[in-house]
């Protein structure tokens, strides 16, 4: 089984960048796919960026240039850089992992899912 536990968020104003980790254990998620959800208050959670084990991405159009998926698998991580960070980012960021190699942007997709990290920025 696997636990993942997202650290990184904080309080920013508009234009900071930020980098979240995700930080797996139980198991090496070097196979998996992994992904990046956010979710504001009210509203459905939103697809951000899925990296697969081979290093390939896929960003969200409305974060792609701006928000960038990597991983380390030799430490067993995940991170998500943010840059040019707008008020309509703040969300809750979950960091997600399937063992699906054919895993994309639906989050039915992902089996182990972080408790998330609040991400807030002020104009």
């Known amino acids: 089984q696997v636990q993942l536990v997202e650290s990184g968020g904080g309080a920013v104003q508009a234009g900071s960048s930020l980098k979240l980790s995700c930080a797996a254990s139980?198991?090496?998620?070097?196979?998996?796919?992994m992904a990046w959800f956010r979710q504001v208050p009210g509203k459905e959670r939103e697809f951000v960026a899925t990296?697969?084990?081979?290093?390939?991405?896929y960003h969200a159009d409305s974060m792609r240039g701006r928000f960038t998926i990597s991983r380390d698998s030799a430490k067993n991580m995940v991170y998500l850089q943010m840059n040019s960070l707008k008020p309509e980012d703040t969300a809750v960021y979950y960091c997600?992992?399937?063992?699906?190699?054919?895993?994309?942007?639906?989050?039915?997709?992902?089996?182990?899912w972080g408790q998330g990290t609040q991400v807030t920025v002020s104009s």
């Open positions: 997600a992992g399937t063992p699906a190699f054919w895993a994309t942007s639906t989050q039915d997709e992902y089996s182990y």
């Open positions: 139980g198991r090496t998620i070097s196979s998996y796919t």
């Open positions: 990296i697969r084990s081979g290093g390939s991405t």
